[in-house]
C-alpha cells in the first residue's frame, strides 16, 4: 500500500470537520421522521409550484437583436 496512513488521517479530519457524524439520533421514532419528512417535502413542492406559477418566463430567452 502505497498510501500509507494518509486515509486514516482523512477520515479524521472529515470527522473534525462535521462533529456530529452520520448518527441519526434525533429522539423520533420512524413514523414521526416519516410526517416530518413528508411534510417538508409538501412545503418544498408547493414552494416550486408556486414560483412556477407566477414566474411564468423567467427562464426564457430574450429575442432582442
Known amino acids: 500500500m502505497t498510501r500509507g496512513n494518509q486515509r486514516e ?9 462535521n462533529p456530529k457524524g452520520k448518527n441519526k ?3 423520533l ?5 416519516r410526517e416530518r419528512d413528508g411534510k ?11 414560483k412556477a406559477a407566477g414566474g411564468g418566463d423567467a427562464g426564457a430567452k430574450s429575442t432582442k437583436k
Open 25 to 27: 439520533d434525533d429522539g
Open 40 to 50: 417538508a417535502l409538501q412545503e418544498k413542492a408547493a414552494k416550486k409550484a408556486e
Open 29 to 33: 421514532t420512524p413514523e414521526q421522521r
Open 9 to 17: 488521517k482523512d477520515r479524521e479530519r472529515a470527522a473534525a470537520r
